[in-house]
């Protein structure tokens, strides 16, 4: 029996997991977190994660899946890589991590069902930056439906960011209220510095023009 008010949350322990994290917190009756390791170098994520998850009352499970990482070369699993500061025009960075989000939505489905849970949240958007094509809402919704044929179940797959940017990401967080949590807490630097990162990847630098734009509107309107 499938229960629809049990939600299990892809989390990553970063900036955008753990706001959907907070976000599956008010609307579902409980919540599961599930965490990857697949070879990122920023691996510490996960141990920021299990603490984020304990903070949030919230069971907490890892899987390794670390032969994701050796499928393809990208500068977050692989050492030898020098990471993408800027997107490439006619390619998308190398720390796109092929088959990403398809492996953990999939693998999350199957342990979704082995545990009588119907509902899977993640934190893609569209609207970011890199334009990771497993990011989109068309991906998404084509593999909800997939995993449905596949497990013959009623999956929905709920996406809380897909259409908002890392402005409006931050001002959820706060609207959850939980932006010091997110800030100080969470790891998004793809170099594994946690809270505000090394300040020039491109996951840092977009979490921190995001933070910026709300906190400044936030100025504005006292």
Not at 70 to 75: D, F, T, V
């Amino acid at each position: 029996m499938m229960d629809k008010d049990v939600a299990l949350v892809v989390f990553s322990g970063g900036q955008d997991s753990t706001t959907c994290l907070f976000w599956a917190k008010r609307r579902f009756r409980k919540v599961v977190a599930l965490s990857f390791v697949y070879g990122q170098k920023h691996v510490k994520e996960v141990e920021l994660a299990r603490a984020i998850a304990r903070k949030a009352d919230v069971e907490f499970h890892v899987m390794d899946v670390s032969f994701i990482g050796r499928l393809g070369k990208n500068s977050l699993t692989d050492t030898s890589l020098r990471m993408d500061e800027v997107k490439p025009e006619d390619s998308y960075p190398n720390t796109f991590v092929p088959g990403r989000n398809l492996f953990f939505l999939s693998i999350a489905a199957v342990f979704a069902r082995e545990h009588g849970i119907s509902q899977l949240v993640t934190g893609v958007s569209q609207t970011d930056f890199s334009g990771y094509p497993d990011c989109r809402d068309a991906f998404v919704k084509s593999l909800n439906v997939t995993l449905n044929l596949a497990m013959d179940e009623q999956f929905v797959i709920h996406t809380p960011l897909m259409w908002i940017d890392k402005e409006a990401t931050w001002a959820l967080a706060d609207e959850l209220g939980v932006l010091d949590l997110v800030r100080n807490e969470t790891l998004t630097c793809y170099n594994g510095i946690p809270g505000d990162g090394c300040g020039h990847c491109p996951a840092c630098r977009l979490r921190r023009e995001g933070l910026e734009k709300y906190l400044s509107g936030k100025l504005k309107q006292k």
